[in-house]
């Protein structure tokens, strides 16, 4: 074990100095912290430990007519001895007479009794041996593992899923699922609706990052998010009345948009919602941007996008197009009009390659430009397509579908290293586009302004040791394809003319505060292809969003309830944890495949919800250790901090490294406990391996109070059965006003385990808990 400094401070103050230290760790009696050093279980070793028992004042156990008053730092073999608790509070020192050895209950405290870490194999394996969520990682072993003693009740949610983290959006993806699983689409969609306002759009387009981040990758395949994403997204837009309305009272702030993109979209929805007037500006005909007039309908129908932009006329965001907009106008001329300007142009300039003959090549995106608008035609028979993106991708097809008779696409990187996704290129290829990676061109052949073939160059790297754009080439080794026709997909370039000098760039982008999306003139803010250059619409949506917070906090709203991820219990279907494949999104057979038809066939709500299914819905399965949390929850007790005093029921969190809402320099100091009522009966009940092991495999701490032969109050709680202790509120309203019988307490027993959801194999405990529930109510009604 390595060596350490370990201080006994005097005062509670001066303990709560020390905790402030970095790499601070405190223990409060009993032995846990010593097996974990010695163990080296977690990611970082203390670098001082404060030991709490040495604290003048913490040991105590008084009684006065509110109730009793028991000291942090008072030793469990005193609460399990001492006559008032055996008479009054007999469940807690019945609690703490079942913790290990008298030579542990000796040396453990009640503080210390409830702060303790989780107990759980995976967490305790030594040397840190596995990535568990509760210290930072990505994946709870024990959900797919070893999982005797765990959670019967599902798991604690202490950290973003993988999933959420990545989402460049953050989108709650286990929590819609959870609510498609229990057959609430409603709450789904609102849910959604909180973060993207467009999922019928990014159910079609978006690059999932999420699903390459998904835990079941690990045992199989992946859950198909954004074909779930896609049906949700759909469902409100069938109904939008039922989601969105417009803001119940307006702030009287007008802010312009400049940009109809994902980006000006999602922002426009928030700061609408906010109460803001909004003015969106954009060049087009259309609403949309790179939606409508660079994404093929095959992948996106163009009505999704109106149906998009319906929904924010809907609730009053106004639109200002093509003609009605000054070409000419910058941000300063906006502002000087608005309160506040959100620039989302996009990057629609276009890039060159720089090789003799480029003047006879199409640009990619004009070409989808005037397909949208329905004014391209056959491009010619040979097409050569130039890229290896997204873009180049649905050039070629969309080529293709014009009625193309060859089409070849070219790029730079290798085949492993083509930056489009691979499930584009699948579809690429399946439709009959010929990939030519690892050449580069190097010259354009025509004459009279016709195309009739293009040379190409083998390209060996593209880039250099320090990863920069550096393409090498073999000179030696040179092709030459005949083409009619070639087109540039080789990416897109930031037009920065709206900003004229008012605005700091960076480089080909403008300037913009990563949180806030603020630019450096106040009062105008920028995000999406503008900022990020060329990306993905999820991520122009994320921008969107961000700045809409930042602009309405600006403009003295107030910002939206920060959700915590601790201690939200999380539900699964336990067939999640079956081997299984992705419910195949159905698409049109490619010999009906057409340029303005969506490829996507669609699921059914059974499908989705199939999927749904499939979620782990990744949280910690470990139990919460205590035996006293448990009994002190059922009591109504109180725990008082250096701090606060907080009810019992709210003391106990699961989260990264802790049991409990403690701050890292909060400590314990008292236990409060109310008097109980005339008529209180109390009862503890726990299944353990052996008497000697202080570790609950199950518990039941049930405090009634009974007049007149019936129920009058109850607060039954379990312990060890899921990462906090759990109070069973339907147990206790139904035997409220009931007398006590075996009826009675089976029927209450089968209350207790309904939610039950076991793993595999810890389905055993569910009858434990069944047993020791039914156990406790007729102890009470002796």
């Known amino acids: 074990m390595k060596s350490l400094k370990y201080i006994k401070p005097d005062t509670i103050e001066e303990a709560i100095s020390n905790l402030n230290q970095a790499g601070a760790k405190v223990v409060a009696g009993g032995t846990d912290l010593l097996g974990s050093l010695k163990d080296k279980i977690n990611p970082e070793y203390p670098k001082l430990v404060v030991g709490l028992k040495g604290i003048n004042g913490l040991s105590y156990l008084r009684e006065d007519s509110a109730g009793l008053k028991i000291g942090a730092m008072t030793n469990l073999s005193v609460i399990q001895d001492h006559p008032i608790l055996k008479e009054k509070y007999a469940l807690l020192a019945k609690a703490a007479h079942t913790v290990a050895s008298p030579q542990i209950r000796n040396m453990a405290t009640v503080g210390g009794n409830i702060c303790q870490e989780p107990r759980c194999w995976y967490y305790r394996y030594l040397d840190n041996g596995f990535n568990c969520l509760r210290k930072g990682g990505d994946i709870c072993n024990a959900f797919t593992g070893e999982n005797t003693y765990h959670s019967i009740f599902g798991s604690a949610k202490i950290c973003p899923t993988p999933c959420e983290k990545g989402c460049p959006n953050g989108t709650e993806i286990p929590g819609y699922f959870a609510m498609i699983r229990e057959g609430d689409l409603d709450g789904a969609a609102r849910l959604l609706l909180e973060v993207n306002p467009m999922p019928a759009v990014t159910g079609r387009v978006c690059p999932h990052f999420c699903q390459d981040e998904c835990n079941r990758n690990l045992i199989d395949e992946k859950v198909s998010i954004r074909d779930i994403e896609k049906y949700v997204g759909d469902y409100i837009l069938e109904d939008v009345d039922k989601f969105v309305s417009a803001p119940a009272a307006e702030s009287g702030k007008n802010i312009a948009v400049i940009g109809a993109g994902p980006a000006g979209l999602a922002a426009a929805f928030y700061l609408r919602q906010n109460g803001h007037k909004v003015t969106v500006f954009d060049v087009n005909e259309e609403v949309g941007g790179m939606l409508t007039y660079a994404i093929p309908a095959y992948r996106l129908p163009k009505d999704i996008v109106k149906r998009v932009a319906g929904m924010l006329k809907s609730i009053g965001v106004q639109f200002k197009l093509g003609k009605e907009v000054d070409k000419n106008a910058t941000v300063a001329d906006y502002k000087k009009k608005f309160d506040i300007v959100f620039a989302a142009n996009g990057a629609w300039g276009k890039n060159s390659i720089n090789v003799h003959g480029e003047e006879l090549t199409l640009s990619g995106l004009d070409f989808l430009y005037n397909i949208s608008v329905k004014k391209q035609e056959k491009p010619g028979d040979k097409v050569v397509v130039i890229g290896g993106g997204n873009v180049a991708v649905d050039v070629a097809i969309s080529a293709l579908r014009l009625g193309a008779k060859e089409v070849t696409m070219a790029c730079l990187e290798s085949r492993a290293e083509m930056p489009a996704w691979e499930h584009e290129l699948a579809q690429a290829v399946e439709e009959g586009v010929k990939l030519m990676p690892g050449w580069g061109p190097s010259g354009v052949i025509g004459a009279n302004g016709k195309v009739s073939g293009i040379e190409f160059i083998e390209c060996t790297a593209v880039f250099n040791e320090q990863k920069r754009f550096a393409p090498t080439y073999n000179q030696d080794n040179k092709i030459t394809l005949d083409a009619d026709c070639v087109i540039l997909a080789v990416g897109q ?61 600006y403009l003295g709203g107030t910002a939206p309830a920060a959700k915590s991820v601790a201690n939200m219990m999380l539900k699964f279907d336990c067939g999640c944890l079956e081997k299984s494949e992705s419910v195949v999104m159905p698409t049109q057979p490619i010999a009906k495949r057409a340029l303005y038809q969506e490829d996507a066939v669609g699921m059914s709500l059974a499908d989705i919800s199939k999927e749904a299914s499939r979620c782990f819905n990744c949280g910690c399965v470990a139990v919460s250790p205590s035996d006293l ?143 020791l529930v039914k156990r406790a109510i007729l102890a009470a009604a002796k």
């Not at 300037?511 to 990306?535: K, M, R, W």
């Not at 122009?540 to 961000?546: F, L, N, P, Y």
């Not at 052996?690 to 049930?702: E, H, M, N, Q, T």
């Not at 409220?736 to 089976?746: C, D, M, R, S, Y």
């Open 493 to 553: 370039r930031t037009e920065l003319g709206l900003y004229g000098d008012s605005v700091k760039l960076n480089g080909r982008v403008v300037a913009a505060n990563e949180e806030t999306q603020a630019t450096s003139l106040e009062g105008v803010y920028a995000a999406g292809d503008i900022v990020t250059g060329p990306a993905s619409v999820v991520e122009a949506i994320a921008g969107g969003r961000k700045a809409a917070k930042a602009i309405n906090l």
């Open 629 to 771: 949390a448990p009994a002190l929850i059922a009591l109504g007790a109180k725990i008082k901090t250096s701090k606060r005093t907080i009810d019992a029921e709210q003391f106990f969190l699961a989260g990264i490294s802790r049991s409990t809402i403690l701050d890292t320099d909060e400590i314990v100091t008292e236990i409060e406990i109310p008097a109980p009522a005339a008529g209180n009966v109390q009862v503890y009940e726990k299944f353990r391996l052996r008497k000697s092991i202080d570790f609950p495999v199950a518990g039941v701490a049930a405090n009634l109070t009974i007049k007149t032969g019936k129920v009058s109050e109850a607060r039954i709680v379990l312990g060890a059965v899921m990462p906090v202790p759990k109070r069973v509120r339907e147990v206790e309203d139904y035997l409220l006003g009931k007398e006590i019988t075996q009826e009675v307490a089976e029927a209450a027993s089968m209350l207790a385990i309904k939610d039950a959801s076991a793993l595999e194999k810890n389905g055993y405990k569910v009858n434990v808990i069944k047993a």
